[in-house]
């Protein structure tokens, strides 16, 4: 295994011992709390009335939206890492490009602003 | 190139692997006591800002309360809803919990960061940081973390089946993927100034003095006010805190994403919402403040990192709890705007502005002119900008008002 990788095995270790706390915790509430089964423990909250239709409703296409932009900038920000460590090594060529990028994709934003898709109403 | 944790790059031996094994429980035992010592921190804090007693029964000061209240969940009966989705819905807990623990072994929590002890120590002979482990993209850990935690929120309301957790983990879902966004935008500053991903390389860079000695290397123009101002504000509408908790409005969706869990895997979700506070204040501490770099007085100068560290960390915390007691709810469309139409314009500008000054700089050219000349063209953006934002205000208006007369 080389040096580059285990440090990402330290992080692996870490993470695992994360999982166990969860199941360690999750396991011993099962050992220890009661279960005491009525049917109506198990209906959905509803402020206290019985729920009405099932609880997957449509939701509204808005949400949506807002997930493509955001992966629109997370995309954007995958170019920026890589160029942000290395903005002296490239030099004029590299901020001009990066500038041009930046631009095409404000100007998506502005485009999704005025098409009124960040107005949430 | 990089500087990768020494600890490995010699032979792979028993002690390595104790070190590694150390580290874990160190870090394990230290993540879980300072996010018992948060809960009840904030709420004797709260109480206090709020005129109230607070905890004051289980020990000294309340401070036994959390773990009093921890026990007790164990002893709750878990209810699992007849509609929910089994599997996801055992799932998501672990989805909320683990990204919240892994943040954390990316911190530098120690060490001296001089230029000859670049913040190595020494233990059983063998060199090493004092941080569980140095990845060489140490922040896209951090970023990619906070990403898979919107996983575990998402999933936990979708899964139950039920009407208010769905609306909340849908809320949740958009605010916290906007202000990701504006997030990961507002590191790029402090990446370039670092010219590296590494956490560590990050301390090193604002270790030492500047201005004159009077302050510290914090690069307190080029990343202390714009970035991270956006930073603190994005992380906290990101950890889904006051003002941003729209996710959980006690008023509009009882409890938010969670509202059908009960007993330990509620807990699970609340352990998880404060460990994120703890790691989101040291990770602000790492990027801006310089995390455990700091001057060292008298005693060993190993002792003062954690020192610096956990009293930066606690400034964080108590303005988290400040935020909290002081700020009303934000409204859902402000939320919104704040995220798209100021943050992320905002760091984006200030990234290609820091961008200029560098390329700039290396060339030659005078500072203060690039500085200049890139305000004034962000002004001159700026206000047709906002001349059109008020020209299509206007004719809205307008074109509302003849609707009307008709």
């Known amino acids: 295994m080389s040096d580059f990788l285990r ?32 049917p109506q423990k198990y209906i959905n909250y509803e402020s206290g009335v019985d729920p009405v239709g099932t609880g997957w409703g449509q ?22 890492f890589p160029f942000a460590t290395r903005v002296d090594a490239y030099g004029w060529f590299g901020l001009i490009e990066m500038g041009i990028f930046i631009v095409v994709l404000a100007l998506g934003l502005l485009y999704a602003w005025k098409k009124k898709v960040l107005r949430w109403v | 190139m990089f500087a990768l944790d020494p600890l490995f790059s010699g032979t792979f031996d028993g002690a390595v692997f104790l070190i590694v094994l150390a580290k874990v429980v160190i870090a394990f035992a230290l993540l879980l006591v300072s996010v018992l010592f948060m809960i009840w921190f904030e709420r004797k804090l709260h ?16 401070i ?8 007790k969940f164990f002893f709750k009966e878990d209810l699992l809803p007849d509609r929910a989705d089994k599997r996801i819905f055992i799932l998501a807990p672990f989805l909320s919990l683990v990204p919240a623990f ?27 940081y004092v941080q569980l482990a140095d990845p060489p993209i140490g922040v896209l850990l951090i970023l990619a973390c906070s990403s898979i935690a919107v996983y575990g929120v998402m999933l936990a309301g979708w899964s139950s089946g039920s009407k208010y957790p769905l609306l909340g983990s849908v809320r949740a879902t958009a605010q916290m993927v906007s202000y990701e966004a504006a997030l990961g935008l507002s590191v790029i ?12 390389d990050m301390v090193m860079v604002q270790a ?3 201005f004159g000695g009077i302050l510290p290397r914090w690069n307190l123009i ?19 805190r006051p003002p941003f908790d729209l996710v959980e409005a006690e008023q509009e969706l009882v409890g938010g994403f969670h509202t059908e869990y009960s007993s330990i895997r509620f807990a699970l979700f609340f352990l998880a919402e404060f460990m994120n506070t703890v790691t989101m204040s040291a990770i602000i501490v790492t990027l801006f403040l310089g995390g455990p770099a700091g001057p060292t007085f008298f005693g060993p100068a190993l002792m003062w990192g954690p020192i610096w560290f956990a009293s930066k960390l606690f400034l964080f915390l108590f303005m988290f709890v400040w935020l909290r007691a002081t700020l009303p709810r934000f409204r859902y469309d402000q939320l919104m705007d704040l995220g798209w139409k100021v943050l992320i314009p905002i760091s984006l500008g200030w990234m290609l502005l820091l961008a200029s000054l560098n390329v700039a700089g290396d060339a030659g050219w005078n500072t203060f002119v690039v500085a200049g000349a890139a305000v004034l063209i962000g002004l001159v953006a700026y206000l047709m900008l906002a001349g059109a934002i008020a020209t299509s205000a206007r004719r809205r208006e307008q074109a509302e008002l003849e609707g009307s007369i008709r």
């Open chain 1, 7 to 38: 440090d990402y095995l330290t992080v692996g270790i870490f993470g695992l011992t994360g999982v166990a706390l969860v199941g360690l915790l999750l396991g011993l509430g099962s050992l220890l709390r009661p279960t005491r089964p009525q």
């Open chain 1, 59 to 80: 939701s509204n296409v808005r949400y949506y939206i807002f997930a493509l932009l955001f992966v629109m900038f997370d995309v954007e920000a995958v170019f920026i």
């Open chain 2, 47 to 62: 109480a206090d800002m709020s005129n109230r007693l607070g905890p004051n029964r289980a020990g000294p000061f309340g």
């Open chain 2, 64 to 71: 036994l309360q959390t773990l009093a209240d921890g026990i």
């Open chain 2, 102 to 128: 892994l943040v954390f072994s990316v911190i530098p929590l120690g060490g001296v960061f001089t230029a000859e002890k670049q913040g190595i120590v020494t233990v059983f002979g063998r060199e090493t």
């Open chain 2, 189 to 200: 500053a402090v990446v370039m100034l670092a010219g590296s991903l590494s956490t560590h």
């Open chain 2, 208 to 210: 030492g003095e500047g």
């Open chain 2, 222 to 240: 080029a990343t202390g006010v714009v970035p991270f101002v956006i930073f603190v504000i994005a992380g906290t509408a990101e950890l889904n």
